[in-house]
């Protein structure tokens, strides 16, 4: 992806390219404005894989933010934030496949502030508690999530009485390894896969190209 000067990349407006260029003759990086109010010089590279987003202050505001509020960033209100955003944003994740592969995003004002992510879901101590959404094909934003324990967390999930994984679709043999099965014109179809994971991000597949969505 290109940038070029206007556009936006998270709080950084796009200005004029500097006059040094790269050896093949492009434009090696942009002086931005940054919503913040500061000037910066940023790698051309860098906007376009939207690597740099602010001047800075969005990293101090998060690391900031947490020790001003709560003294650790090792709490678990902290833990859970960064895992939240981990398991949708980055690849190398092992549940990724289950979240940001699946399009589950974070609402924006939570992404940029772990400040404002506590005041909007609360802070809690009680180690049984994870962070868990409403509805589960839902993304992170205010309405959709809350603390629970995970016995509440298994029965949102809950799919049919002899379902074992608490995925709908997904079933666990004798084997050890698991049963992906969709209904499509009235017939089930069922693959086995060895790896739990691999069988959830199957079954998403099948539904969105049977059914169109992940909400039959
Ligand atoms: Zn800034």
């Keep these: 992806m290109q940038v070029t000067t ?82 949708c944003y980055n690849p190398k994740n092992k549940s990724y496949p289950l979240y940001g592969g699946r399009g589950v995003s974070v609402y924006l004002p939570w992404v940029e502030s772990y400040t404002r992510f506590i005041e909007d879901v609360g802070y809690k101590t009680d180690p049984r508690l994870s962070l868990d959404r409403i509805d589960v094909n839902g993304n992170y934003e205010p309405g959709n999530v809350r603390w629970a324990t995970a016995t509440e967390q298994a029965r949102n999930r809950r799919a049919r009485h002899d379902n074992n994984t608490g995925v709908n679709g997904v079933v666990r043999n004798k084997c050890g390894s698991f049963d ?18 691999d069988a959830v991000a199957l079954r998403y597949r099948l539904e969105r190209e049977h059914w169109g969505s992940n909400n039959p």
Excluded at 43 to 65: F, I, K, M, P, V
Excluded at 180 to 197: A, E, M
Aim: glycine share 10%; aromatic share 4%; hydrophobic share 30%.
């Design 6 to 87: 206007g556009d936006r990349v998270g709080r950084l407006i796009v200005g004029q390219p500097t006059r040094k260029t790269r050896k093949n003759g492009t434009i090696k990086a942009f002086e931005c404005q940054c919503d913040c109010g500061s000037n910066v010089v940023v790698d051309a590279y860098n906007l376009a894989n939207r690597h740099t987003q602010s001047c800075g202050c969005l990293q101090r505001e998060r690391t900031s933010g947490a020790k001003r509020l709560h003294g650790a960033s090792h709490t678990k209100p902290y833990l859970a934030w960064q895992g939240m955003l981990d398991r």
């Design 180 to 197: 992906v099965s969709i209904r499509v014109d009235g017939k089930q179809k069922t693959r086995r896969v060895r790896d739990f994971l």
